[in-house]
Protein backbone atom coordinates (compact mmCIF):
# COMPACT_ATOMS: atom_id res chain seq x y z
CA UNK A 1 0.00 0.00 0.00
CA UNK A 2 1.14 3.30 -0.87
CA UNK A 3 0.10 6.70 -0.53
CA UNK A 4 0.55 9.74 -3.15
CA UNK A 5 -1.12 13.17 -2.25
CA UNK A 6 -1.52 16.14 -4.33
CA UNK A 7 -3.73 19.09 -4.86
CA UNK A 8 -1.43 21.52 -2.89
CA UNK A 9 -0.19 24.67 -3.56
CA UNK A 10 -0.67 28.48 -2.90
CA UNK A 11 -3.69 29.81 -1.98
CA UNK A 12 -4.70 33.51 -0.40
CA UNK A 13 -6.49 33.60 2.98
CA UNK A 14 -10.20 32.48 2.63
CA UNK A 15 -9.75 30.50 -0.40
CA UNK A 16 -10.16 26.72 -1.56
CA UNK A 17 -7.81 23.91 -1.99
CA UNK A 18 -9.25 20.47 -2.45
CA UNK A 19 -6.17 17.47 -1.58
CA UNK A 20 -6.06 14.22 -3.19
CA UNK A 21 -4.71 10.87 -1.49
CA UNK A 22 -4.41 8.09 -4.23
CA UNK A 23 -3.50 4.20 -3.42
CA UNK A 24 -2.52 2.72 -6.61
CA UNK A 25 -3.47 -0.77 -7.18
CA UNK A 26 -4.60 -1.02 -3.51
CA UNK A 27 -8.51 -0.86 -2.04
CA UNK A 28 -8.79 2.04 0.26
CA UNK A 29 -12.31 0.94 1.34
CA UNK A 30 -10.27 -1.98 3.47
CA UNK A 31 -8.83 1.27 5.67
CA UNK A 32 -9.18 3.86 7.57
CA UNK A 33 -7.67 6.99 6.24
CA UNK A 34 -6.75 10.37 8.13
CA UNK A 35 -5.31 13.34 7.20
CA UNK A 36 -2.53 15.04 9.19
CA UNK A 37 -0.22 17.79 8.66
CA UNK A 38 3.29 19.22 9.78
CA UNK A 39 3.74 23.07 10.02
CA UNK A 40 7.00 24.77 10.05
CA UNK A 41 8.66 23.90 12.48
CA UNK A 42 6.01 21.99 14.43
CA UNK A 43 5.13 18.34 15.05
CA UNK A 44 2.69 16.29 13.28
CA UNK A 45 -0.86 16.96 13.68
CA UNK A 46 -4.06 15.10 13.17
CA UNK A 47 -6.95 16.43 11.46
CA UNK A 48 -9.51 14.12 10.64
CA UNK A 49 -10.10 10.55 9.81
CA UNK A 50 -13.00 8.52 7.66
CA UNK A 51 -13.31 4.95 8.89
CA UNK A 52 -14.22 1.83 6.05
CA UNK A 53 -17.77 2.84 7.33
CA UNK A 54 -17.65 6.46 6.42
CA UNK A 55 -17.50 7.99 9.81
CA UNK A 56 -15.81 11.07 9.82
CA UNK A 57 -13.65 12.03 13.31
CA UNK A 58 -12.18 15.41 13.78
CA UNK A 59 -8.73 15.25 15.99
CA UNK A 60 -8.27 18.64 15.34
CA UNK A 61 -11.28 21.46 16.76
CA UNK A 62 -9.22 24.08 14.43
CA UNK A 63 -10.21 22.91 11.31
CA UNK A 64 -14.29 21.48 11.71
CA UNK A 65 -16.62 23.25 10.18
CA UNK A 66 -13.83 24.11 7.44
CA UNK A 67 -12.21 20.82 6.47
CA UNK A 68 -14.08 17.49 5.03
CA UNK A 69 -12.82 14.21 4.03
CA UNK A 70 -14.66 12.19 1.47
CA UNK A 71 -13.32 9.22 -0.69
CA UNK A 72 -13.74 7.82 -4.47
CA UNK A 73 -13.77 3.99 -3.46
CA UNK A 74 -13.63 2.87 -7.15
CA UNK A 75 -10.72 5.25 -8.30
CA UNK A 76 -9.35 4.52 -4.25
CA UNK A 77 -8.36 8.15 -3.83
CA UNK A 78 -9.25 10.24 -0.60
CA UNK A 79 -9.93 13.87 -0.89
CA UNK A 80 -9.44 16.27 1.80
CA UNK A 81 -11.66 19.77 1.38
CA UNK A 82 -10.01 22.76 2.89
CA UNK A 83 -12.51 25.93 2.87
CA UNK A 84 -11.65 29.00 4.16
CA UNK A 85 -8.00 28.44 4.51
CA UNK A 86 -5.84 30.83 6.87
CA UNK A 87 -2.56 31.66 6.96
CA UNK A 88 -1.68 29.08 9.94
CA UNK A 89 -3.30 26.11 7.71
CA UNK A 90 0.60 26.80 5.94
CA UNK A 91 1.63 23.47 6.38
CA UNK A 92 2.77 19.59 4.42
CA UNK A 93 -0.21 17.43 4.17
CA UNK A 94 -0.31 13.96 4.27
CA UNK A 95 -2.68 11.31 4.21
CA UNK A 96 -2.27 8.13 6.91
CA UNK A 97 -3.72 4.95 7.29
CA UNK A 98 -2.13 1.63 9.14
CA UNK A 99 -1.57 -1.86 7.55
CA UNK A 100 -0.87 -4.51 9.65
CA UNK A 101 -0.09 -2.54 12.50
CA UNK A 102 2.15 -0.49 10.86
CA UNK A 103 1.72 3.38 9.67
CA UNK A 104 1.73 3.99 6.48
CA UNK A 105 2.50 7.44 5.31
CA UNK A 106 2.74 9.19 1.73
CA UNK A 107 5.39 12.17 0.99
CA UNK A 108 3.22 14.57 1.28
CA UNK A 109 1.70 18.02 -0.80
CA UNK A 110 2.83 21.71 0.79
CA UNK A 111 0.06 24.10 1.21
CA UNK A 112 0.77 27.49 1.85
CA UNK A 113 -2.07 30.33 2.38
CA UNK A 114 -0.44 33.14 1.82
CA UNK A 115 -1.57 36.74 0.16
Known amino acids: LQFVESGGGLVQPGGSLRLSCAAP????????VGWFRQAPGKEHEGLIC????????YYAGSVKGRFTISKDIPKDTVFLQMNSLKPEDTAVYYC?????????WGRGTLVTVSS
Open 25 to 32: ESSLEDYA
Open 96 to 104: NTQQNGVDI
Open 50 to 57: ISTSDRVV
